[in-house]
C-alpha cells in the first residue's frame, strides 16, 4: 500500500503535467486552425474515441510547415547553428578540461568551483552581458579599434556570430565538465606508457588521451547541441532579425501570431528532429555507466 | 607533482578570462555614474538606489522568490520519492514510462514544455498566475532533483536500511531515521537546483504566466530587449553576488568537513 | 575446539530429543531462473556456533538472509523455536544480523548506533544506558562511545556492529563474513574474542564465512554449502577427518586425491586398484563401498611419511622421486612424482635448520601411511 503511494504520487503528478500536456500539443497539432482560436477549448471526449480522434485528424498545418519555406529554413538554420556552436564549444572548452585535469590536485577543486559558478547565476543575466560588449560601441569594437585593427565598429550584435558566441559562452560548462571527468579519471602512466612504447607527445595524445575521453567529449556535445537547437532566449537578444532559430519562430508563431496549431506543429517537428540525439545521448551515458562498473 | 606546461597554462587562463570577464564588466558598469553602459564617466551607486525605487521590480522578484521557495520544496519532495521509486521499486507496470518521464523533461526544449503547459492550463480552464507558474516549475525540476537524488541512492549501501530494518524499523523508520539524514546533502543541493532553476526561467514562465503573476526573468527579458540599462547591470550584480556568496561558502562549508573527516579517519587508523 | 572441549561435550545435534532452534525444512530459494537455495533441510541448535562454509555465491549468504528476513523462501518453511517464520517481518523478528560491511549508521555516534535497536523496542532510557555500556564493557568500547563511525579503526568498528547487533539480546546472531574487512593478525584475534562473546552471552551464532580457518577455529559445526545444496554439515574435526565427499575434501585443507577400483578385503577394510601394475592400496574406511566401484582415497599430506629407506610394516608403500619442495617454515611439502606419473604430496614438520635437511630435488623417496591414514570416498 505504502509503495503504492511513493510510486503513485510522483508517477501521477508526471503523467498529469508532463504526458497530458504533450498529447493536447499533438492533437491541438493536428486540428484545424479556424476551432483553435482562442479562447480554445480542447475536447477530450474520450468516449468518441479514438476513432473519432483518427478521423479528425488533419495534418493541414504540417502541409502549412512544408509549403512555407520560413519554417524548414528555420528547421535548418537551427541544425546549423546548433551544430556549428557544438564544434566551436568543443574546441574551446577541450583545452580548459585537459588543462584542468593537467592542473596540481590541489588547484583542481577551485577550478572546477569556477566552472560550475557560471553554470548557478542567471543564464538570461549572462547572455545579458554580451549585450555590451558586442554592441557597435561596445566594449569589443573600443578594444578592436584602440588596436588598430579596424577603422570602424563591426557588426557584432544581431548577427549569427553574436548568437555563436552566446551559446559557446553559455554553454561551455556542460562541455568542460564531462570532458573533465573523463580525462581526469585517466591514469597519467598510461600516457608514460605510450611515450615509452614510442609515441611522441602529440601522437601520444591523438591515440590515447583523445580515445580515452570519447565518452566525455560525445556526453558534452550532446548536453550542448540538444539545448542549443531549442534555444530562444540567446537567437532573440543577440541574433538579428534575419537569424532563424525554430525556438525564436515558435514563440513568435505563438505569442506575436497566436497561431496554436502552427506553434503545436512547429513543436512537434522539433521534437521529432531531437528524438534521434537523445536517444544516442541516452545510449552513450548507459554505455559510460556500464564502463565505470 | 607535475608543473603545468605554459600551453595548459594559456588554455586555462584564456579560458577563464573568456568566463569572467564579460560578468566583471557587467558589475564594473553597475557602479557607473553615467546612463550608458559602454563609457566609464565615475563611481555612483545611483543605480542601485533607482532599484530599490522600482516598485515593479521589487514586486516581480518577491513573487519570483515565492514562485521559486514553494516549487522547489514541492519538486525536492517529489523528486525524492521518484528517485526511491527508481532506484529501488524494482519493477512496477510502467516503469519504462515513468523513467523516460523523469528524464525526458531534462532535455525537452523549455518552448515545448511552456507552450504544452500552457495549452493544459487553459484546456482545464486553470486561471494563469502564481499557481500555473508552481505547477510548471515544480514539474520541470523534480525531474532535476529525482536525477541528483537518485545518483546518490545509487551508491547508498542498501544494509544501512536492511540494518535499521533488522534492529525493529518499520520501512518508513528506516527511511526516515537512517537513509535521509544520510542522503540529506543530495537532497539540499536537489532543493538549491531546483530553486536557481526556478529563480532564472524565462521561457517556461512566460507561457505559463498571466498578467497577475510578472516574475524577474520576464521583467528583466522585456527590458534588455530593448537595450542596455544600467539598472538590469545593477540587478544582475546583487543576484550574480548573492549566488556567489551562497555556492563559495556551500563548498567551503562542505571542504571543511571533508577535510575534518579525512583527518579523523586517519587518526583512527594511526590509534590501531 | 572451543566449546567442543568443554565438560559435559556440547553436542546437542546427537542427542534425539534435543529441540533444534532453527529448522530449515526443504528450503529452496530462486531468483528468477537461478537457484540459489536448492531443497536444503537442517537444523540448528541453541548455544550453537554454526558455520556456513562455502565458495561465494553458494547460497551460504541466501540462507543468512531467509533467517534475518530480507529474503523469503520460494518453497519449503524455516522454524525459529518452533514458529514459522515467513509471515515476521525482519524488525520484529528475535534475529539480529552482523552485516559484512558492518553497516553502521554514519550519521550516529557509537553509543547511539548501539541504542539504535534499545530505541525502537521503546526500552526505558535508564535502561537503555546501562544496556548499551554493558555491551561497550563487552567489546571494550567504553573510550570511543562518543566517537563517530569514521573515526575509529576497522577492528574497533567490527565490534560496534557486534555490540549493536547483540544489544537486543537476540535468540540468533547472523554474522556475514564478519571478519572479511580485517588483516590476517587481527582476523586471529578477533575470533577468539567471537567465541569469547558467544560463549559469555550464550547466543546462538550463525556465521557466515568462505575462510575455511575462520569456520574450523570458531564453530561447533561446519555446513559445507556448494551450489545451494549442503555438501556435509558436522564439527571441524569431522569434516576435516572424515569428509563425506571428495569435494569437502579437497575444500577444506590440503589433500591427495587418488582414485581407483574398491574391492572389499574384509570388515571395513578395501583394496584399491588404483594403477595397473601397482599393488592395490589398503584402506580402513567406515564408508561402505560395493565391489569394483570407483572411488577416491584422500589423504591429507602430513599422514603421509617420507623416507630415505623403504619403511618395514606400513600397510602402504611407494617409491617417487621429489619434484617440489614448498618451504613454509615451520613445516615443508614434498611433492613426489610416482613413476605412474601421479604426484602425491607429503607433509614433515621441520624440527631441524634447512641446511640439515634429508631430501632435496630429484632425490629418491619412500612414501607411506596407514590403513586408517585416509577415508575412502564413493564418487
Redo the contacts between chains.
Sequence with gaps: MRRFVLIAVPYVWLLALFLVPFVIVLKISLSDAAIARPPYVPQFDWVEGIWAFLSQLDFENFTWLIEDDLYWKAYLSSLQIALTSTLLTLIVGYPIAYGMARAPQEWRPTLMMLVILPFWTSFLIRVYAWKGILSNEGFLNQFLMWTGLVSEPLQILNTTTAVYIGIVYTYLPFMILPIYAALERMDDSLIEAAEDLGCSRMSAFWLVTIPLSKGGIIAGCFLVFIPAMGEFVIPSLLGGSDTLMIGKVLWEEFFSNRDWPVASAVAVILLLILVVPIVLFQRNQQKEQEGDA | MKRLSAFNVVSLTLGFAFLYIPMLILILFSFNESKLVTVWSGFSTKWYGELMQNEAMLQAAWVTIKVAVISSSIATVLGTMAAYVMVRSGRFLGRTLFSGMIYAPLVMPEVITGLSLLLLFIGIGLDRGVLTIVLAHTTFSMCYVSVVVSSRLATF?M??E?????????QA?AFR??TL??IAPAVVSGWLLAFTLSLDDLVIASFTTGPAATTLPIKIFSAVRLGVSPEINALSTIMIGIVTVGVISASLVSKRALVK?RR??Q???R?? | MGADLAVPVFEPWTDPQAKPLIQFQNVTKRFGDFTAIDDLTIDIFECEFFALLGPSGCGKTTMMRML???EAPTEGKIFLAGQDIAPV????RA???M???Y?L???LSIWENIA??LK??GMPRAEIAARVEEMLRLTRLEKFARR?P???????RQRVALA??LA?APKLLLLDEPLGALDRKLREETQFELMDIQEKTGTTFVIVTHDQEEAMTVASRVAVMDNGKVIQVATPADIYEAPNSSYVADFIGDVNLIQGQATATGEDTYALHWREGAAPLTIKSPNAISDGQTAHLAIRPEKVTISADKPEGADNVVQGKVLDIAYLGNLSTYHVELPTGDVIKAQTANTRRISRRAYTWEDTVWLSWTATGGVLLAD
Excluded at chain 2, 162 to 170: F, I, P, W
Excluded at chain 3, 89 to 92: E, G, K, T, Y
Excluded at chain 3, 150 to 156: P, R
Aim: contains cysteine; charged residues 20%.
Design positions: 549501501d544494509s544501512l536492511e540494518a535499521a530494518r533488522d534492529l525493529g524499523c518499520s523508520q531515521l537512517v539524514p544520510i573527516q579523523e579517519e587518526e583512527a587508523v590509534a590501531t | 534475518a528476513g530480507f517481518p525482519p524488525n520484529q534475529v539480529n544480523m552485516f559484512q560491511s553497516a549508521f554514519p550519521h539504535f535497536g525502537r523496542e563517530k569514521h573515526q575509529i579503526s576497522g577492528g574497533q549493536r547487533s537486543k
